[in-house]
């Protein structure tokens, strides 16, 4: 009776899997017709008065037999709501948008003055769209960050998105946000969020005067022997010297093409509140938030003392932030920051001995970067505290961890709080 019933086990499964082989072979899942449509890489968002403008950066497929990699082209449209401005891309072009791989919005600074989530409410309800893709905003408009031609990669979305990576975070160069962590803060208690400014750098620092001063020894070279020289051999050489100036002359012009094309930094923070953008964090101050909220490994800092710089190599963080609330709604925010780090590098020589040892960095210039990150952190706080922006989570951290009596300051306890910001930097031994 047990070999009949383990014989009866056997052959229901193999059933169970000749049919799911049938179904695999018959069936194309639902599979995307390539020539019918947009696969959407990254979306813009800006406004002009009731209306989105939206700037989609769609990938175009190209033939095998072309041998061309996949080209991205941005197609703008107009709408009054967001999927309005999509259903316009397949009225334009007889795409229809798929938003299954964007990875990547940009909201304009039209779209920050009033609540974002205006315009991310459609993102939101779209099943397709992973709430994981990345989100920014700019000072400018959306359309033109979307539409720069960058250095390192053609595509603008894809080198923005190594500007937002994971290891921009753990370096603190950036703060990159997720959809759904930013709709996080916005729908909690704080009602707070903040988001990375994308911005458009020249690739090259000027030197001195460099761009001042041009061409100084253009017309120096070249004059000697052209009176020893034959007709056909003058005409022979004039020849050349067109085709090499012709030659030099495109080469210069891609050399300067490549040279004038931008490279993005997201190095400053925009803070939000209600859905609005209320202040911006500076490139030291977005370190020193990332420093108490995230995790550092391997990231520079650099502090100066007498004159002289030194830049630390941040091996690793440990942030410990508590609440103290009292019976009468005073709040302080204990923020307390041990950085274990090394030397990387000084601005002047060094002896020996202090080149060899690169884990050793000396007290003085580990107290000065103790006050340097302690003051930062402090303006971190003061910026948020006078905007209202909760980047802290002060209300959070009283809703969860104080008993019930004291939530009756859960409107005022930011603004009625102090900071007491404790930072200590290590040796790495």
Not at 358 to 382: M, Q, T
């Amino acid at each position: 009776m047990h070999n009949l019933h383990s014989r009866n086990t056997v052959r229901y499964y193999l059933l169970l899997v000749l049919g799911l082989l049938v179904l695999f072979f018959s069936n194309d899942f639902g599979l995307l017709d390539v020539q019918k449509t947009a696969i959407v890489l990254a979306a813009g968002i800006d406004r002009d008065a009731d209306s989105f403008i939206v700037t989609s950066q769609i990938s175009i497929p190209q033939s095998s037999t072309q041998g061309k990699q996949t080209q991205a082209v941005q197609i703008v449209s107009r709408g009054k709501t967001v999927a309005d401005a999509f259903d316009e891309i397949n009225a334009k072009t007889g795409w229809y948008p798929k938003l299954v791989f964007c990875d990547l919005i940009v909201l304009g600074s039209s779209v920050a003055e009033q609540n974002v989530f205006d315009a991310l409410d459609f993102f939101l309800r779209d099943e397709y769209l992973t709430d994981n893709c990345l989100l920014a905003t700019c000072d400018g408009t959306a359309k033109e960050i979307l539409n720069a031609s960058a250095l390192v990669d053609p595509s603008s979305s894809v080198a923005i998105q190594k500007v937002l990576s994971a290891h921009a975070e753990r370096v603190g160069t950036a703060l990159p946000v997720s959809l759904r962590e930013f709709s996080i803060g916005y729908f909690s208690d704080s009602k707070s969020g903040f988001l990375p400014v994308l911005k458009t750098e020249p690739q090259q620092e000027k030197i001195g005067n460099e761009g001042e001063q041009q061409g100084g020894s253009n017309g120096s070279g070249g004059a000697g022997g052209s009176g020893s020289s034959g007709s056909s051999g003058g005409e022979q050489s004039q020849g050349q010297a067109q085709g090499e100036a012709s030659g030099g002359q495109k080469n210069s012009e891609s050399g300067q093409s490549e040279q004038n094309k931008p490279v993005f930094s997201a190095g400053e923070t925009a803070l939000f509140v209600n859905g609005k953008r209320v202040e911006t964090l500076t490139r030291e101050e977005t370190f020193a938030l990332c420093a108490v909220t995230g995790k550092l490994r391997l990231a520079s800092y650099a502090v100066e003392r007498n004159g002289d710089t030194c830049t630390l190599t941040v091996k690793r963080n440990s942030p410990s932030v508590k609440l103290q609330v009292g019976k009468d709604g005073m709040a302080t925010l204990n923020v307390d920051l041990t950085m274990t780090a090394g030397v990387l590098d000084y601005s002047v020589a060094q002896s020996m001995e202090s080149i060899s040892d690169a884990g050793d960095v000396s007290k003085a210039y580990l107290s000065a970067a103790e006050k340097k990150l302690a003051g930062e952190i402090h303006r971190v706080f003061e910026k948020s505290r006078a905007c209202g922006c909760d980047v802290f989570r002060v209300r959070e951290r009283l809703v969860k961890y104080k008993n019930r009596r004291l939530r009756v300051h859960q409107d005022t306890v930011l603004s009625r709080s102090l900071a007491d910001v404790k930072v200590r930097f290590e040796n790495v031994r």
